[in-house]
């Protein structure tokens, strides 16, 4: 069993709409969790960490269950610069565990 | 702002070859993280560190090895490079919060 999955998508939505990602994790004792954005042929950049209570920058929410053990990410009103490929990223200790990523294109 | 830099942004070597790849970062992080990334595999572990002269596996550190004599300096040697190591890997650096930035990547093809 994979220790991160991600619904590869695609997901294909209009400007202004919400769309959400999840993304769950097998190992109960993981401890930080984080949202990356990487753009085509680029290198990975930290979107926001997710924090036990959710929290949320601007347009972007995220969550966290440790009940069910995933994660989420919400974007309102989606923007054309928004397209990009989300990754989640987990950590347990010193390892980190890396979603394949959920690939996003907004479309005007 | 953090800076990670990678020596190549694309690199071709030949099977056999010994590859150096060089990351370095200027923001005095104790962490740092050699990665590849294939094609529906994601992003995978190779090694890291979390100090000077310390190195942990990841999950696939076979065929590769690492070097880290400096804090900001983190070296991935392929000793002898194969077409099954043509990828993109990328490095990573981080503090005691667990946020890793990462280098633009090189690709490296094995031929």
């Known amino acids: 069993r994979k220790e991160v999955e991600q619904d590869p998508g695609p997901f294909n939505v209009p400007e202004g709409a919400t769309v959400a990602f999840n993304c769950t994790y097998s190992n109960s004792a993981s401890q930080s969790f984080f949202w990356y954005r990487q753009d085509c042929r680029k290198e990975p950049k930290l979107l926001m960490s997710?924090?036990?209570s959710g929290n949320e920058d601007g347009r972007f929410t995220a969550q966290l269950n440790r009940a069910s053990q995933y994660i989420s990410l919400l974007i309102r009103d989606s923007k054309l610069s928004d397209s990009a490929t989300y990754l989640c990223?987990?950590?347990?200790?010193?390892?980190?565990?890396f979603g394949t990523g959920t690939s996003l294109t907004v479309i005007p | 702002d953090v800076k990670v830099t990678q020596s190549s942004r694309y690199l071709v070597k030949r099977t056999g070859e010994k590859v150096f790849l060089e990351c370095v970062q200027d923001m005095d992080h104790e962490n740092m993280f050699w990665y590849r990334q294939d094609p529906g595999l994601g992003l995978r572990l190779i090694y890291f560190s979390y100090d000077v002269k310390m190195k942990e596996k990841g999950d696939i550190p076979e065929g590769y090895s690492v070097s880290r004599e400096k804090k900001e300096r983190f070296s991935l040697i392929l000793e002898s490079a194969s077409t099954n190591q043509t990828s993109m890997y990328l490095c990573?650096?981080?503090?005691?919060?667990?946020?890793?930035?990462f280098g633009p990547g090189t690709r490296l093809t094995v031929t």
């Open positions: 997710v924090y036990s």
């Open positions: 990223v987990v950590s347990t200790g010193n390892q980190f565990y």
């Open positions: 990573a650096s981080g503090g005691q919060d667990y946020e890793q930035y």
